[in-house]
């Protein structure tokens, strides 16, 4: 699908969008400069997300950060189909502005899935968007507005309990979309929501996003770097710094966890 870091958009300041169908060249972790959400198609696919496996079926639903790390496991010969909307930051935060829903900071979805008369009927209003202009389609919305009830439906309605986040949460998470604060020590979270205890804050963050503050921070941290590692030429000590780990050896062996490869590895295979 899309390469790391690679820019796929023109201008990621302005509101835009694509909408494409994938069956190939989507088996390597990448992360993004927009907003993407996806669902199967048709086919089963194994499909890595913040280093957890899981297999993806046909009507298999996600909707993925900027920061997410990701990568579909795809083994030779197998023909599964994805559908991706990618929109850039500044139209997916117009667009849930519009709705007063975000899918990914109101609420720790993970995998949602879409019934088949509702997956034709995406099919249908998505297969008709130019991809000159996808933007200015109408369809791209009534889409989005459908995948956005899906959400909101199976999140408040189902059978499976979810844990609306408070509002001082969601602000943090927007706050945490920045690398002054992802890249910042935990400490400065605390410190600046001093009036609640570091406990009930970890505690509160984790019921609600399924992540650590840590770890949440870490990947976003990882997704700098291995953007910052293919798009420039700086060091990896200091991306390393940049992005907030205060020690070369931890920085190798997590990015070398999620990734497959040390950073300087990273680094070459990006150039080929």
């Not at 690679?6 to 835009?16: A, H, L, M, N």
């Not at 998505?126 to 009830?149: G, H, K, R, V, W």
Request: glycine letters at 4%; charged letters at 20%.
């Amino acid at each position: 699908m899309f390469k790391l870091g690679s820019r796929i958009f023109p201008d990621v300041e302005k509101e835009d969008a694509i909408v494409q169908l994938t069956s190939q060249g989507d088996e390597y972790y990448h992360s993004h400069n927009f907003y993407e959400i996806f669902y199967i198609t048709s086919g089963t696919i194994k499909h890595s997300l913040n280093n957890i496996t899981d297999e993806l079926t046909m009507g298999d639903l996600l909707f993925l950060s900027p920061s997410d790390i990701h990568c579909f496991l795809r083994e030779p010969g197998n023909q599964c189909i994805h559908r991706d909307i990618a929109l850039t930051v500044p139209l997916y935060k117009k667009i849930t502005d519009f709705f007063k829903y975000d899918p990914i900071i109101s609420v720790h979805s993970g995998k949602l899935k879409i019934d088949v008369n509702t997956l034709n009927k995406l099919e249908t209003m998505l297969q008709t968007i130019s991809q000159t202009a996808p933007a200015d389609a109408p369809a791209l919305y009534f889409a989005i507005a459908e995948l956005f009830n899906i959400s909101r439906n199976l999140l408040g309605g189902g059978t499976k309990h979810h844990n609306k986040a408070p509002q001082w949460l969601i602000d943090l998470k927007t706050k945490l979309e920045l690398p002054e604060y992802f890249c910042a020590a935990p400490a400065a979270i605390f410190a600046e929501l001093s009036f609640y205890s570091k406990e009930y804050i970890c505690r509160t963050f984790r019921k609600t996003t399924g992540k650590t503050l840590t770890a949440y921070m870490n990947q976003k941290r990882l997704s700098l770097a291995s953007v910052l590692i293919q798009n420039t030429n700086k060091s990896i000590e200091t991306i390393c710094y940049e992005c907030g780990y205060n020690n070369m050896s931890y920085f190798y062996r997590v990015f070398k966890k999620t990734f497959g490869s040390t950073p300087h590895d990273f680094r070459k295979i990006s150039k080929k």
